[in-house]
C-alpha cells in the first residue's frame, strides 16, 4: 500500500516578498558592447522581447536578431556563501548566458546585484555551468576542490577557476549535453549521421565519456547495469538511446532516460575499481567459436584504443586481425582515419593525469592554440572518428595513401595503451514498465531534484509533462551510506515543480494552474499569491478537476499495481473554489469582483524555475516573471526549538500532522504578527493535544487581539494587526464557523460522529471565558493525546536547555507556563513544584487544572524515561559540585546542545574524570530516543571508586579547554553562559592562560583570551607586514642622501630588530660603510716636493689599485651580512649595487681611475670580484620569497659585461632554493652559451638547491662537464677547468651523506688524477684534487667505518697514501685507458704528487671521520714528532692535519688555550737542546700553522654557540699573533708575514665562527683594524678572509648563525678553506666560488617577541633550559630576548618570564618543528603584555609598573587605584569604559559612594588578577545579592547560580588550601556576599518560619512576595522538594535523629542547621546560636 497524500483542502498560506525578477546577466549584457547586442539596443521592451511565445507583438526590427540567437538565452540560479565578519552572509549567484556572452553575478535580498565574472567567447556558447573539480593534492589523498565555471561551445569547452586559472579543452567530438558531478564533467556525444558507417559492427561507440580536470584526457564512462539479462557485465556506456536527465553531486547520482522504452533509472557515479578497468580494457586471449565473436569481443576495445590512442587495430587486436579484413569493412575505414591523424603532426598526444605526471609537450601545444583553428581539434576529432560530417570515406581521399599502404604501415606501429576510464556507473532503480499498459509511453523528464520532507525522508522527484505528473520516489542510505535505497514511487499531479531545501518542502505547480506546497509528498496547503488570482477562483468554474471530492492517481506499479488515493476531506467542499468567492473577500486588499470580467484576460501561473533556499520564480503566461518567497516554518527561536523536540519524539506520521497543522496555522494569509507568533504555537500544540484553550483562563491572557481558535486563526486574513469587533461577530455568526467547528482538524473521518472537541457551540463562549466554569476536560480524540508524557518531558528537557542560555532564558518563562499546565494535568507534583521554584511570582498566579480520566490515563504511552523526580540541570552541576552520586543527566540529540556540553565539562573537570569526553559519556548523559519504552535495558551506573591516576588539575584544565573548542564553544557562547555555570570553565582557561601549550591551534588561542599564541598560530613573518615593521626606524642611521642609501645593497635589514639586538651603539651602521663597494674610495697620497706630477698621478693609481684588492673583497662579506633580508618585488629587476674601483683625491676631490694607462693592471681582474658581487646581491632574497622562473630570466641583463654578476645571481638563487623553480630548458639555454662564469654558478646553485637529494636530472647535468663520468668511449668535451671543480663539488652536494659508491670511487681516483699527455689537466691541479676530496668526503660525510659495500675500496687507506705520498697503484677500471700515456709536461714518475693531492685527502679524511672519535684515523694525522720528518711537511698542511685531527675527536676538543696548545707536538713545547740539529724557521712556522689549525676546530666545535670560553680562548690567541706581527723582530723573519697573516686570518674567521649572528665588539674592532690596512703584504684573499669574518659575525643582519650538523660543517670547510687566493683571479688552490657556500651552514635562531597589541618588535625575558649532557648539569640561563636561542637539539625548554608578559612555555623535548617554524618565519614570537606592565624599552628596572607600589601593603592598593589611570592597565574598550562611567564620582553619584568604591574594587581585582572577563561576574553576584536584600527577586535563577559559585569556592577549600590560590574569585569579595546572602535568608526565617512549615506540610503555596522569599530559601538552603518532609523530619526529639533522617534526602549539613529551629522548635534557640557561629 502507497502512502496516502495527507491533505487539507481547506487550508492556504501566503506567499511572501513579491518581485518582479528579470535576470540580472539580461540587463548586463544589454550594455555590453558586442555585436549581438548592438543589433538588440533599439529594441526596447524587454518584457516582449524575451517573452516566450515567439514574436509576439515586437516594437523595431527584428530583421538581424535571427531566432536561434533570442532563444539561446538560459540562466540558472544557486546559492552562494561567504564568511563575513564571523557570520555567514548568503546571496543569490547567477549565471547567465546568451549569445557569446557568460555573466556570473553575484546579489541577495541585502545587497544589490554585482557582476563578479563576466566572458566573452569566440563562438556561440551552447551551455554554461558551475562545476567542481577536485584537483588531487602531491602529498597525501587528500584532494583540493576547485570551483570552476565550464562554458560549452561547439569545439571547446573553456573552463575558468575562481583562482583565476583558465583551461581550454578541445572536444574531439561534438556535444549534446554536459552535465556536473561530484568528480568533474559527464559530456554526452551527440548522435551524427556516421555514426552507423564508422562503429564496427555489434559494438556501438560510448556515448557518456567523463572529464575529470580540465587538463586530464576525456575517458568514457564506465558502466554497470543490473538485470537478467546482461548479467552484472561491466561495459562501456554506449547505448544512443539512454540520455542523461539529470546529475547531483550529494549523493552522487545520475538519472537516465530511456528513449525507447520510456523509462528514468536512476545510477550511481563512483570512481572505477581497479577490476572494472582491467576488465574493460582487457583483450578476449581465446578465439570465439563463431567467425563474426571474433569481430564483436575483440574490436570494441581494439576501436576504442585506436580512436584514443591514434594506435592501429592490427597492434591490438588478439593476432592483428586487421591484415585479413577486406577494405571495404568499416574497420577499414577506421585505420584510414587512424593513418590520416597520423600525418597530422599537431595530433594531442594526450597522457592522462594517471600515467604521467608531466603532460606531454604535444598536449601542452595543442592547448595553447584556440580551440577554432584546424589542427587541434581535427585531429582531436579524428581521435575518436565521429564527428566526420561527410557520410563517405571518400571525402578525405586527398589526405591518403592508397588504402593498402595504409594497413601494413599500421600493422607495424607499435602498440600504445588505450584510454583507462576513470568513472563507473551503477544501477541503482529504474521504474518498472507496466505490462500491456494502456497509456502511452512517458516522455523524458523535463525536471529532476531531489528534495526532503520536514521528517527528514528524502525523495527523488521527476517531473512527466507528458502526464502532468511529479514521480517523487523514496530514497535512504544504506548503513554504510555507500549504497542508495530506493523504495516506493508516489506520484502526485503537477504541471511543475521545484524543490525548496531551506524549508524541506516543494512548490507543486498543479494543472489548474494552483500552487500547492507539498513537504516530501505530503500536502501542506495551496500557495496564495498576492496580486495573482489563481485561476480556480473564476466564477464558471471551468477547471472542474478541482472540486472533484476525491481522485484517484495511480502509480506506475513498483511491486504490484497500487493504487493512490488522496482524499479531500468531504465534509465540506474547499471554500476558495466553486462560488464561494465572496464571502472571504472582504478581508482582501481590495475587492475581486471588479476584476471577475476580466478574468479570461488575467495572467497564470505557467511554469516555476530557479529555486535558491525558499525563494523561486513564477513565469506567468503573459510573459514578465515573479520571484516569490514562501515562508519559513517558524521565526521565533523557541518555537523552532520546541518544533524540533516534539519532532523528535513523535512518530513520523504524527510528527508530520503536528508539523503541517501549524505550517498552515502559523503562514495562514495575514497571519499573526512576530510577537503572537509564540501564543499561536501554544494554542495550536494544546489544542492538538486535547485542550480546550478557549476555557483556560491563563491561555486567555496570553495579548491576542480576540482568543482565536487556531483553524479561524488560520483563516482570518487582516490586513492590519488591529481587527474590528464587527467582523468578529461576524465570523462567528457565519454559517462556516459553525461548519469548522464540526469537522475535525485533523485525523480520518469518524464514523462515529464524535469528535466536536474545539468549542462545543457558539453560545457557550460566555461561559467559557468566566473562571468559576465546570472542571475542564480533554478529549482523548486529539491527535496528540495518547503522547501527551512523551512531549512534556522533551519540552521540560528543552526548558532545562534553556536555562543555561542567559540569551534564551527570558524564552524560558513562556514555556513554563505550558509546561505547568501539562504537569498539573498529569498529576506531576514534583515538576510543578520544581517551576513554582524556578518562577514563583508567576506560576502562583496558576491554579487551573484540567481533568484527565483514569481511564483514559491508560491510553496515553507513558514513556520510561519520564521519572517522578525532575530532571534539573542545576541541581545536578550542584550535586556535582558537591561530589555527590548521581544518575545521568537525560537530553536530547541535536537539540540541548548547551546541556550535554556543560554536564560534561564538569564531570571532565570538577569530578576529574578525564575520559568523561571519550569513553565515559553514558555515565553522565542519558540520551533519549524516541523509541524508548522501558528503562530496564539501560545498565544504571554507579560512579566506581576504583583508584584512578589523579590528574592534575591544569592537566585536566587543558583537556577540557581543547575538548570545548573541537565542540566549537567559543567566547562568545561562554558570555551567554550563566555566571555560577560558567565559573569553573572560566577558571579552566584562566589556568590555561597562565600556561598554555605552544602548539595549540587557533581556536583554542581564542578561547583562553591568549590573542598573542592566535596570532602565532596565523603563521605571519615580519617581512609580510612590512607596513608594520621597519617603518618606525628605532635607530636612526646617520644622515646619507637617498642616492647613496639605495646603491649599497644593505638597506633592507630590519632596522627595527638591529635596535633592539644592539641599541646602545651604532654598530650595524660602521659595518655597513665596512663593507660597501659601490662608493669611490679615498686615495690619499701626499705629493713629496721631489716628486713629479706624472710620477705622482702613478703612486696615486697604485695606492687605489692596493684599495682596489680590497673593494674587491667586500662582497663576499656582505653577501653574509644582508643574507636573506629582502622580498622581491615580482615586477621589479633585483637592484644590484655597483662594484665601483675608482678613486677621490683629497683636497680637490679629483678623480682616480685605474683605466687611465698610466700602470699596469692585471687583465680580468674584475671578473671574479663582479660574480661575487652578483651572489651578493642574490643572497639578500629570503628563501620565503616569491620567486618564479620568469623572474629569474627577467633579471638576466643585456649588457654582456654584466654577464659574471648574472652568474654569481644564479649561484645565489640556488643557495637560497629559488633555483629549482628555473625551467629545464632555460638551464639548457644558459649552458649551452659556454660562458665559464655563468656554468661555474649554474652548476653549484642547483647542487645547492638539491642538497643530498640525488636527483637524477642534475647528476646528468653534473656529469656532463666531469669526464671522469663519462664512458671511457664518449668524445672528450672542452669543458673549462675551473667548471669541471665546480660539477665535483656540485656530485658531492647533490649526493652529500648518501655514501654513494661508484660517485665515492670515481672521487677518490679523481684526487690523484695524473696530468694527461696534451697539457690536459696541467693548470691549477691542486684545486681539481681538493675539489674531489671535499666531495669524496661530502658523499660519504660523518659515514666512519660503516661505509656499506666500500670496503673494497679501502678508502681511508687510499687516502692515507695521498696525504703521506708512495707509489702511485694502478688505475682500476674505467679511467685505465685515458692515462696511459704520461704527461710530456710534468715528469711525476710514479710516486704521488703529495702537494697536489694532500689537502685533498686530508680533508676527505676529516670529513668521513667526522665527529665519529676513531682514535686509529686521528692518529694518522697527528702532527711527526721528530724534526727530520717535520721538514717534509709543508706547514701549511699541519694546520689542515690538525683541524682533521680535531674534528675527527669532535668530544675532545674543549673551549681552553691548554687544549690548544696540546696540538703541538711534544718536541717542540720542550727545551730545545742547541746539539740538535733543527730549522727555527721551521719550528716556527709549524708551531703557527698547528695553532691555527686547532683553533679554527675550536671555531667550528662551538659555530653559532657565542661560548664565552671559546671566545675568550680564540682572543687570547688572537692577540699573541698580532703582537708577533707587530715586532718586526726576529720572528717576524722566521715565520714570515704571510705565515703569521695566514693564521691570524684563521683565528678571527674561528673567532666571527663562535660569534656568528651577535655582532660581538671586540671581533667587530679586529675587523675594522685589518679593514684598515691596504699595503703592502696585504692581499686580496686576507681582505677576502678578514670581511667573511665581518659578514659572518653579522650573519643575517643579526638573524643568522652557524649550525654545528655534519652537512653546516662540510659547507664550512669548503668556504673557509685555509688556502686564500692571492689576487682576484687566482683560483689555483681553491675555487673562490666556493667561498660563499658558507650560507649553507647558516641557519635562523633569532627569537624576536612582538607586542601582539602594537605589533612592534619589543623585549622580553626568556628562560631557556638546556638538556643535560656529559659535559653539563641541566641547567636554565635567562636571555633577554630578541635574542640568538642555542641550537635547538641542545634544549629542554624556552620560555617566555612572566612578570611582564603573559607566559609562553616551548618544550622542545616533545618536538622542535613549531619552534622550528617560528624561527624560518623571522622569529616572530607574539607576546602580550600583563596588565599594568610597561615594555621593557620605557620601564627597564620595573619601577614604574602600578602593582609595584601596592606589593608591600596589599588593601593600600584598593584604596590608592585611581581609575584614571586604568589607561595604562589595559588596553581592553570594555573595561576603560567601566572606569569612565561606573567608577568616577559625578554630582548626581554621590550618595553612591558605597557602590562606586565597591566597582572599583572589582576592577581592581579584575585587572590586576588579569580577568577582565570576570567584570561581568562580580557585578551579577554583586546585583543578585542586592536584590535578594531589597526583597524584588522576581525569579530564583540568580541564587542557584550563586549557590554554585559558593559551592564551587567550598569544593577548592575542601581540596586544601593548596587549591585556594588558583580560584578565579580569591579576594575578600565572595565571603561578603555570601555572609550578605546568609543574614537576609536567615532574617526572613526568623520571621516567617510558619510559611515553610506550612509548605513542608503540603499546604497550598503562599502568594506575593512570601511566595518569592520560601523559594529563594529552599532553592539557596538546597532543600530538595519535600511536601511531606514534615512527617519525616518534624517530630523528631533531637538533633541526632534529624540528622539520621535528613542524611537521605541529601540536604548539606549547613543548610541543615539552618532549619533545625523550625523543626525542632524554640527550644533549639540556643543551639542555634552555635551552630551558626561554627558555619
Known sequence: MSEVVYEETATMIAAGELQSFVPFGREHCRNHPNAFNLQLRELQPASELWSSDGAAGLVGSLQEVSLQERERECWQLRKGCIRVREEDVEFEEELYAAGTVVIWSQGGRTQASN???????????????????????????????????????????????????????????????????????????????????????????????SMLHPLDEIAPL???????????????????????????????????????????????????THDERSTVLRCPSEPVSTPLGLMASGVLTSHLRNISRLDSPGGSGPTGTSCAVGAGSPLHYSTLHTHQSRIMTSSPGFHSRVHSPSISNMAALS????????????????????????????????????????????????????????????????????????????????????????????????????????????????????????????TIPAKDAEPLPNIDAMLVLEACGSLVLYTGITRVSKVFVPGLLSPTFSLTNHIPHVSTPVEIVSTPANAGSRHLHR?????????????????????????????????????????????????????????????????????????????????????????????????????????????????????????????????????????????????????????????????????????????????????????????????????????????????LKLDSSAPLFPHIPALFYVLHLLYQELQLDELQRARASSLVCLLQQVARDLQLDQYVDLYWRDYPSLISGFNESCLIDQALFGQMQRPSFLRAEPPCVLSWLSSCLRGEEIPPFPYLPGICQRTRLLVLSYALYILRDENATSTDVSKYLAKLSAGQKSCASEPHYRRQSSVKVKFTSENLAEQLVVWLTSEGFTVKDLESVPFGVALPIREAIYRCREQPCSDWSEEVCLLIGRQDLTKQAHKMTLAKSK??????????????????????????????????????????????????????????????????????????????????????????????????????????????????????????????????????????????????????????IAPASQVDSAWIAYNKPKNPELA???????????????????????????????????????????????LGTMDMSITRLLSIHIPALLPPTSTELDVPHNVQVAAVIGIGLVYQGTGHRHNAEVLLSEIGRPPGPEMEYCTDRESYSLAAGLALGMVCLGHGSNLIGMTDLNVPEQLYQYMVGGHRRAQAGASRERHKSPSYQIKEGDTINVDVTCPGATLALAMIYLKTNNRSIADWLKPPDTWFLLDFIKPEFLLLRTLARCIIMWDEILPNTEWVKSNIPQIMRGSFDPSEDFNMETMSQAQDYITAGACMALGLRFAGSANSDAFDCLYEFARTFMQILSFSGTANVQTGYYNLQTGLSMILLAMSMVMSGTGNLKVLQLCRFFHKRTGGEMNYGFHMAHHMALGLLFLGGGRYTLSTSNSAIAALLCALYPHFPAHSTDNRYHLQALRHLAVLAAEPRLLVPVDVDSLKPCYAL??????????????????????????????????????????????????????????????????????????????????????????????????????????????????????????????????????????????????????????????????????????????????????????????????????????????????????????????????????????????????????????????????????????????????????????????????????????????????????????
Request: hydrophobic content about 35%; charged content about 20%; some cysteine.
Open 115 to 209: 557582476v563578479y565574472k563576466a566572458f566573452t567567447v569566440d563562438s556561440p556558447v551552447q551551455q554554461a555551468l558551475w562545476c567542481n573539480f577536485a584537483v588531487p593534492q602531491n602529498k597525501k589523498d587528500e584532494e583540493e576542490v576547485e570551483q570552476t565555471v565550464c562554458i560549452v561551445q561547439s569545439s571547446c569547452i573553456n573552463v575558468h577557476t575562481v583562482t583565476g586559472k583558465d583551461f581550454i579543452s578541445p572536444l574531439p567530438f561534438q556535444v549534446s549535453n554536459v552535465w556536473a558531478t561530484k568528480f568533474g564533467l559527464l559530456l554526452e556525444r551527440k548522435n551524427t549521421a556516421t555514426d552507423a558507417q564508422i562503429s564496427p559492427p555489434g559494438e556501438p561507440l560510448p556515448t557518456v565519456f
Open 222 to 272: 564506465v558502466c554497470k547495469p543490473t538485470g537478467l539479462f546482461e548479467g552484472s557485465r561491466v561495459q562501456y556506456a554506449s547505448d544512443a538511446t539512454m540520455k542523461i536527465a539529470f546529475s547531483c553531486c550529494q549523493p552522487s547520482l545520475v538519472v537516465f532516460y530511456d528513449t525507447v522504452q520510456g523509462i528514468h533509472s536512476v545510477w550511481a557515479l563512483r570512481k572505477v
Open 367 to 490: 592547448r595553447a592554440h584556440s580551440p577554432g583553428m584546424a589542427a587541434p581539434s581535427f585531429s582531436g576529432a579524428a581521435r575518436f572518428n565521429t564527428s566526420f560530417h561527410s557520410p563517405s570515406p571518400r571525402g578525405h581521399h586527398g589526405l591518403l595513401p592508397s588504402p593498402n599502404s595504409t594497413v601494413n604501415e599500421t600493422t607495424m606501429m607499435p602498440e600504445m595503451e588505450p584510454i583507462v576510464p576513470d568513472l563507473c556507473m551503477e544501477q541503482l532503480w529504474s521504474e518498472t514498465v507496466t505490462a500491456g499498459c494502456h497509456r502511452e509511453m512517458s516522455s523524458q523528464a523535463s525536471k529532476v531534484f531531489l528534495t526532503s520532507d520536514l521528517c527528514e525522508n528524502r525523495y527523488l522527484c521527476f517531473l512527466v509533462e507528458s502526464h502532468q505528473q511529479l514521480r517523487c520516489v523514496k530514497f535512504i542510505e544504506s548503513n554504510d551510506t555507500s549504497q542508495l535505497i530506493f523504495a516506493s514511487v508516489t
Open 567 to 775: 482524499l479531500d476531506e468531504a465534509v465540506m467542499p474547499s471554500p476558495v473554489s466553486g462560488l464561494r468567492g465572496p464571502n472571504i473577500n472582504k478581508h482582501h486588499e481590495g475587492s475581486f469582483l471588479e476584476d471577475f470580467t476580466s478574468q479570461q484576460a488575467m495572467p497564470y501561473i505557467h511554469a516555476l524555475r530557479d529555486p535558491v533556499c525558499n525563494r523561486v520564480t513564477l513565469e506567468l503566461s503573459s510573459g514578465p516573471m515573479l520571484r516569490i518567497s514562501i515562508p519559513e516554518i517558524a521565526t521565533s527561536e523557541l518555537v523552532r526549538k520546541c518544533l524540533q523536540a516534539i519532532r523528535f519524539i513523535l512518530p513520523k506520521e504524527a510528527a508530520m500532522k503536528v508539523l503541517v497543522k501549524w505550517y498552515n496555522i502559523y503562514n495562514a494569509p495575514g497571519g499573526p504578527s512576530a510577537h503572537a507568533e509564540w501564543n499561536l504555537f501554544v494554542t495550536c500544540f494544546m489544542t492538538l493535544m486535547g485542550y480546550n484553550t478557549e476555557r483556560l483562563t491563563w491561555k486567555q491572557n496570553l495579548h491576542f487581539e480576540v482568543p482565536l481558535s487556531p483553524v479561524i486563526a488560520a483563516k482570518k486574513a487582516r490586513p492590519s494587526d488591529g481587527g474590528s469587533d464587527e467582523d468578529w461577530d461576524y465570523l462567528l455568526g457565519s454559517h462556516y464557523h459553525r461548519q469548522m467547528n464540526s469537522q475535525p482538524v485533523c485525523g480520518p473521518v469518524d464514523s462515529s460522529g464524535s469528535n466536536n472537541y474545539l468549542s462545543p457551540d457558539t453560545e457557550g463562549m460566555s461561559s467559557a471565558s468566566s473562571p468559576s466554569s465546570p472542571s
Open 1027 to 1180: 607596513a608594520s615593521v621597519g617603518s618606525g626606524l628605532s635607530l636612526e642611521p646617520p644622515a646619507t642622501t637617498e642616492a647613496d642609501e639605495e646603491e649599497d645593497g644593505m638597506s633592507d635589514i630590519i632596522q627595527e630588530v638591529t635596535g633592539l639586538i644592539w641599541s646602545q651603539d651604532l654598530r650595524v651602521q660602521e659595518v655597513r660603510r665596512l663593507l660597501q663597494s659601490s662608493r669611490p674610495v679615498r686615495v690619499s697620497v701626499v705629493q713629496l716636493p721631489e716628486v713629479s706630477d706624472h710620477e705622482y698621478i702613478e703612486e696615486k693609481e697604485n695606492k687605489l689599485l692596493q684599495l682596489c684588492q680590497r673593494t674587491m673583497a667586500l662582497p663576499v662579506g656582505r653577501g653574509l651580512f644582508t643574507l636573506f633580508s629582502y622580498h622581491p618585488v615580482p615586477t621589479e629587476p633585483l637592484p644590484v649595487p655597483k662594484l665601483n674601483l675608482t678613486g677621490r683625491a683629497p683636497p680637490r676631490n679629483t678623480m682616480v681611475d685605474l683605466n687611465s694607462g698610466n700602470i699596469d693592471v692585471p687583465p680580468n681582474m674584475t671578473s671574479w670580484p663582479s660574480f661575487h658581487n652578483g651572489v651578493a646581491a642574490g643572497l639578500k
Open 1204 to 1250: 659574471n654578476e648574472y652568474a654569481g645571481f644564479l649561484m645565489a638563487l640556488g643557495l637560497n632554493g629559488h633555483l629549482t623553480k628555473l625551467a629545464t630548458l632555460n638551464i639548457h639555454d644558459y649552458l649551452t652559451k659556454g660562458h665559464e662564469m655563468t656554468s661555474i654558478g649554474l652548476l653549484l646553485g642547483v647542487s645547492s638547491a638539491k
Open 1662 to 1975: 626568556l628562560e631557556v633550559t638546556y638538556k643535560e649532557s656529559k659535559w653539563y648539569e641541566e641547567t636554565t640561563v635567562e636571555l633577554m630576548a630578541p635574542t640568538m636561542l642555542p641550537e635547538l637539539h641542545l634544549l629542554k625548554r624556552v620560555k617566555v618570564k612572566g612578570p611582564r608578559y603573559w607566559e609562553l612555555s616551548v618544550d622542545l623535548s616533545k618536538e622542535t618543528q613549531h619552534l622550528k617554524s617560528i624561527l624560518s618565519r623571522d622569529g616572530v614570537l607574539y607576546v602580550k603584555l600583563r596588565a599594568g606592565q610597561l615594555p621593557y624599552k620605557d620601564d627597564p628596572q620595573g619601577w614604574k609598573s602600578l602593582l609595584a607600589s601596592t606589593v608591600n601593603h596589599r588593601n593600600s592598593g584598593v584604596r590608592a587605584f585611581k581609575p584614571e589611570a586604568i589607561s595604562t592597565f589595559t588596553s581592553e574598550p570594555a573595561l576603560v569604559s567601566f572606569a569612565e562611567f561606573f567608577c568616577k564620582t559625578s554630582d548626581g553619584m554621590k550618595h553612591r559612594e558605597d557602590t562606586l568604591a565597591l566597582f572599583s574594587a572589582m576592577l581592581y581585582e579584575c585587572v590586576t588578577q588579569e580577568c577582565p572577563e570576570m567584570l561581568p561576574t562580580y557585578i551579577a553576584i554583586e546585583q543578585t545579592v542586592g536584590a535578594l536584600r531589597r526583597g524584588d527577586l522576581q525569579q530564583t535563577f540568580p541564587l542557584w547560580q550563586m549557590r554554585l559559585v559558593v559551592e564551587l569556592w567550598d569544593r577548592r577549600v575542601l581540596l586544601g588550601p593548596a587549591n585556594c590560590h588558583d580560584a578565579l574569585l580569591t579576594s575578600e569579595f565572595l565571603p561578603v556576599m555570601k555572609n550578605m546572602v546568609d543574614v537576609a535568608l536567615d532574617s526572613w526565617l526568623r520571621d516567617h518560619s510558619s510559611v515553610l512549615r506550612s509548605y513542608m506540610r503540603g499546604e497550598a503555596l503562599p502568594k506575593d512576595t512570601q511566595s518569592i522569599l520560601l523559594a529563594s530559601f529552599l532553592v539557596y538552603r538546597s532543600i530538595p522538594c519535600l511536601r511531606n518532609t514534615d512527617r519525616q523530619l518534624e517530630g523528631c526529639s533531637s538533633l541526632g535523629e534529624l540528622l539520621a533522617r535528613s542524611s537521605r534526602l541529601g540536604i548539606p549539613l549547613r543548610d541543615l542547621l539552618r532549619l533545625v529551629p523550625v523543626l525542632l522548635g524554640s527550644g533549639a534557640q540556643t543551639l542555634q546560636g552555635f551552630s551558626l557561629q561554627a558555619f
